[in-house]
């Protein structure tokens, strides 16, 4: 149980951690990218402005002469652009000059965008080319109005940039799995670290619970004696005090009984590995066929048919009081919670090395909501209250417990008012 509860509060901190970090990695990432998107956008805009100084038109009555834009783009011929702080060799960016109708008037720079001229002034991204176009307009004098002249397209090359973020990316991811690791150690210590209070007080109170069972029984037995030796001389006993001595008798037997039950069920939750090397190897069939010899008389007097249905032999390893008591404790209740005339049939497969034990019986059945909660200590449903009054509410805990200590298990399917079958599955002795 404090393995599971460990294992899950692992896991809590790994996805909490995890998911800190994704969320966290993803913010920085997305704020990284857009804040070098927004600064190559600001770069590229600054070229374009500053290449529309070159578009020169000459105009010639109606005419527009578009002559000199390469030359006075390109003075020093060194196959450069003109603008001094540009240099478009090594930038991986490219500028076109379009005449107003939007026809190629020059270009410079090595990236450049293939697509036809469009008068969208937005930043595009196309493939690994972010490009933008700008109008350029003449400024009349004297507040003549203004005139345009063209436009300029700058294109730039994002490769690097995404280069950039890649390795960004990688990073992060690499990153993330230290974090992981990481968070998977620091995660195993400090759950370790909070349980070990919690086990300790866990121990504690099992070995409470063992002691005071075991103190308990001393006291328990003399009562017990002591009130049947009162009872073996009913003519001493004065004839109002024999339903009290009955019920003190009735009562003692009860606690005696469940006072045994803690006492096993501590026993088995700290079971040792030296007991488990001193288990024998104990055949099932014959255990179950005795189990249902025994209970049959209980079985008739009820009016309920009892079945064993077995016709192979099955070895388990274990105690086999302990087994008999898990075996018992089922068919004691499917024999308590099967009205008179019902039927209750024990049957037993092999399966591969494992072995199936079904009791299954056509009693009252239980509520699925109910199903969860059978198992925990002292649980009793309501009905069952009304229908058995010697029960404790611990016979289901004390069969899982034994079950659990013999490297097994047990699961049921029930329908309420149909029936209930639990299902004990056992090791097969090797
Ligand atoms: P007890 O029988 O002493 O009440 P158990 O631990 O053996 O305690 O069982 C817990 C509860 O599970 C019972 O009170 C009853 O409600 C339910 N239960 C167990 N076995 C059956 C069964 N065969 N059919 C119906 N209900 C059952």
């Known amino acids: 149980m404090l393995q599971t509860l460990g294992r899950r509060l692992l896991f809590s901190y790994l996805g909490v951690m995890v998911t800190i970090w994704v ?15 927004q600064k190559l956008d600001g770069e590229i805009v600054n070229l374009a402005n500053a290449a529309a100084h070159n578009l020169i038109a000459t105009t ?13 783009l390109d003075n020093d011929d060194d196959g450069d652009l003109d603008i001094p702080w540009q240099d478009l060799r090594t930038s991986n960016q490219g500028i076109e000059w379009f005449d107003v109708n939007g026809r190629l008037l020059a270009k410079a720079g090595k990236t450049i965008y293939r697509m036809s001229f469009t008068a969208d002034f937005n930043v595009i991204q196309y493939q690994k080319i972010r490009s933008i176009t700008i109008p350029v307009y003449l400024h009349g004098l004297h507040g003549g109005g203004k005139k345009l002249q063209g436009y300029v397209r700058v294109n730039e090359s994002t490769k690097e940039l995404e280069e950039e973020l890649d390795r960004l990316l990688w990073g992060f991811e690499l990153g993330g799995l230290i974090v992981i690791v990481l968070s998977g150690l620091g995660g195993w210590w ?16 099992k070995q409470f619970t063992a002691d005071a ?5 001393s006291p328990l037995t003399v009562v017990k004696t002591s009130v049947e030796v009162i009872m073996n001389y009913p003519d001493i006993i004065h004839p109002a005090n ?6 003190i008798s009735s009562a003692t ?9 803690l006492l096993l069920l501590a026993r088995t939750d700290t079971i040792t590995s030296i007991q488990i090397i001193d288990w024998i190897t104990i055949p099932l069939d014959e255990l179950l066929e005795d189990l249902v010899e025994f209970l049959e008389p209980q079985a008739v007097s009820k009016e309920i048919t009892l079945k064993l249905e077995i016709s192979i032999e099955v070895f388990v390893k274990g105690e086999a009081i302990q ?3 898990l075996f018992s404790n089922l068919l004691q209740n499917a024999l308590h919670y099967t009205p008179r005339g019902g039927t209750v049939i024990v049957s037993l497969m092999k399966l591969e090395r494992l072995v199936a034990i079904n009791v299954q019986d056509t009693g009252i059945g239980i509520a699925s909501e109910h199903i969860p ?3 925990n200590r002292f649980w009793r449903a309501d009905q069952a209250r009304s229908q058995r009054e010697g029960g404790t509410g611990l016979g289901l805990a004390i069969a899982d417990a034994i079950a659990r200590t013999h490297g097994g298990d047990i699961t049921v399917t029930s329908e309420v008012g149909v029936g209930s079958c639990f299902q004990v599955r056992l090791p097969l002795a090797s």
């Open 253 to 261: 037997n009860q606690m005696t009984q469940l006072v045994e039950d």
């Open 190 to 205: 400090l759950t370790r670290q909070s349980l070990q209070p919690i086990e300790q007080n866990f121990q504690q109170f």
């Open 323 to 325: 087994l008999k008591r």
């Open 242 to 247: 024999v339903d009290k001595l009955a019920a």
């Open 23 to 37: 969320t966290a990695t993803t913010v920085v990432y997305h704020f990284l990218s857009y804040n070098l998107y």
């Open 213 to 217: 069972s075991h103190e308990l029984r």
């Open 60 to 72: 010639v009555g109606q005419k527009v002469i578009h002559t000199k834009v390469p030359q006075i």
């Open 373 to 375: 909660l059978i198992f």
